[in-house]
């Protein structure tokens, strides 16, 4: 249970820092305007790196976190069906299932 929310707590810092990144590549681009030669180009190719990088730490950063929620929510119904015995042998459940189906 504490390595899943050290791990949430990870995700959600990639989240912050993709969200940081794409907000440093938004200035980047309203700043472009201001700028000329060398310093433009510079400014161009960091900004199309930290809006990559950033949208891509969003990305695996929402996604990672909402696997592990759900993990965590499937836990919990898991411990809810155990305590009132609703919980069958996963095995038994697929091997009545393919029986019905070959006949």
Request: charged share 30%.
């Amino acid at each position: 249970m504490e390595n899943d929310s050290r791990n949430k707590m990870r995700y959600i810092l990639y989240t912050l820092a993709g969200l940081y990144l794409l907000y440093t590549s938004y200035g980047l681009f309203r700043g472009l305007s201001g700028v000329e030669g060398t310093e433009k180009m510079i400014m161009l190719v960091s900004m199309i790196f930290f809006g990559i990088f950033g949208a891509g730490l969003v990305v695996i950063g929402v996604k990672k976190s909402t696997q592990i929620s759900r993990g965590e929510a499937g836990k919990e119904e898991d411990e809810i069906a155990e305590e009132t015995g609703e919980i069958v042998d996963k095995r038994e459940e697929e091997k009545r299932d393919s029986g019905t189906d070959n006949e």
